[in-house]
């Protein structure tokens, strides 16, 4: 059996792994999907006050107090941030760190990972959310459609402005950490520039699943297999 820990990206919480838990536990295995203080089903809890390492913290307390060992993490999108400091930070409890459509890291003591997210609209002083619009789905889920598009649009919620900005600072600990990769081909990017190295030099396992940036709605079950596959 392997314990599952999955991370959602920007604007989405737990339910967004909903199709593809199932396929997993099937297999004999434990899932443990994760939302996000300030989104999903805890979006009442957004305050001025949440940032990065409040998602740290809400992954990392999952780990803690479900006492979880051997543990892959998924992280979907900008949760590339959180999978890799909870990773860094809980070598002995993390086997393995599974990157959906993402970047990855660079080893590097240095703050990183900083960015405005200014690419999905215009962001105002002391705006504390990025709405998840129309112009956004669009850009990046354009096979979401029909009454998956329907799904998406009445659960998903803001995405907090920090989760972006706030930087991480990654440890020793994170060079040692056993990595793979899930790319998705009908992105807004090409899928060769990664897996070629145009992204940096591309460290561990990889596989491509023919889908835009949610392939958890549009493909669960091939995303299921791929992430086990990934895992072995």
């Known amino acids: 059996m392997t314990t599952y820990v999955l991370v ?24 443990l999907p994760v939302t996000l203080t300030g989104m999903g089903e805890r979006v009442h809890l957004l305050s001025l006050d949440i940032g990065i390492e ?12 479900n006492e979880l060992e051997e543990v892959v993490l998924v992280g979907h999108s900008f949760a ?40 999905f609209g215009e962001v105002e002083q002391g705006q504390l959310t990025v709405p998840f619009t129309d112009r956004v789905l669009d850009a990046i889920g354009r096979d979401v459609t029909g009454a998956d598009r329907d799904w998406m649009k009445s659960l998903t919620t803001p995405w907090p402005l920090r989760y972006a900005t706030d930087p991480i600072v ?30 940096g030099v591309l460290e561990g396992d990889y596989r491509t699943i023919e889908a835009a940036h949610f392939p958890m709605v549009t493909k669960p079950q091939e995303t299921a297999q791929t992430i086990m596959e990934l895992s072995d």
């Open 170 to 199: 990654l440890t020793e600990n994170y060079d040692n950490l056993d990595v793979a990769h899930i790319f998705c081909t009908k992105g807004d990017y090409d899928v060769k520039d990664p897996i070629s190295g145009k992204w």
């Open 54 to 65: 409040t998602a740290v913290n809400d992954v990392i307390n999952t780990i803690k107090y």
């Open 80 to 119: 590339t941030k959180v999978v890799s400091v909870v990773g860094d930070r809980m070598p002995k409890r993390v086997i393995k760190v599974i990157y959906l459509d993402t970047f990855r890291p660079e080893k590097t003591r240095k703050a990183q990972l900083s960015f405005p997210p200014d690419e």
């Open 8 to 31: 959602p990206g920007a604007w989405l919480g737990s339910w967004v792994w909903t199709r593809v838990a199932p396929y997993i536990q099937n297999e004999g295995n434990r899932v």
